[in-house]
């Protein structure tokens, strides 16, 4: 597995890889191993965090990791649109499975990035990029699998319901709030 982008997302992503790393593969019957990560900068939390892993490719090229024969899942947490787009198209097309929490991605791309997936029988996993993470594309495609449903919209994720909710309820400033949100990790510094 290679994971891209080891901001907020993506460090949390490896964290709970690395801390569940037992009961994940006692799930799947296989373990999952980080072989490849990649950043923009290494600073010293990143770099301690690589360190735990062991074996690792540390680099900052996204694309060299979706060329690697040997990475199967490509974990995307860079967020934004560029690279993101190309790097999960990329991956898409060579096979292999794509994660990612980017709704601005998804919201942007989604439409071209699926048949890709389709095409190249692979996952495009982006559960985690809406709703705040509640399985709701789950329910829609399995749970509703005999409805004819075209097009769901709206904004419903974690770190909009935090704020707003603390807002509303306590009559705090957004700022306040929002830097609160950074401090607690629910949204990007």
């Known amino acids: 597995m290679g994971v891209c982008g080891l901001g907020t997302v993506g460090r949390g992503t490896v964290e709970l ?19 490849h990560a990649v950043t923009r900068t290494l ?22 990791v979706v060329k690697d024969p040997q990475v199967q899942i490509v974990v995307e ?6 690279p993101a787009f ?5 991956a898409l097309s ?3 499975h794509v994660v990612t929490a980017n709704k601005a991605l998804i919201a942007e791309h989604g439409n071209e990035l699926f048949p890709v997936a389709e095409q190249n029988n692979v996952n ?5 990029s809406v709703a705040a993470g509640i399985p709701i594309i789950k329910v829609l495609r399995e749970g509703l699998a005999a409805n004819e449903i ?14 707003l ?8 400033k957004f700022e306040v709030v929002l830097k609160q949100a950074q401090e607690l990790g629910y949204a990007e510094a």
Do not use: H
Not at 43 to 64: H, M, W, Y
Not at 77 to 82: I, R
């Open 17 to 35: 890889l690395l801390n569940n790393a037992k009961q994940i593969e006692r799930r799947l019957g296989y373990a999952l191993t980080i072989s």
């Open 43 to 64: 600073d010293a939390n990143r770099k301690t965090l690589l360190d735990s892993c062991g074996e690792i490719q540390v680099g900052t090229d996204p694309f060299a």
């Open 77 to 82: 947490a860079m967020g934004g649109y560029d």
């Open 86 to 90: 190309e790097v999960v198209k990329q």
């Open 94 to 96: 060579n096979g292999k």
């Open 124 to 128: 495009l996993a982006y559960e985690s």
């Open 150 to 163: 075209d097009w769901v919209a709206g904004i419903i994720n974690g770190t909009g319901n935090f704020i």
């Open 165 to 172: 909710t603390e807002m509303a309820a306590r009559q705090r």
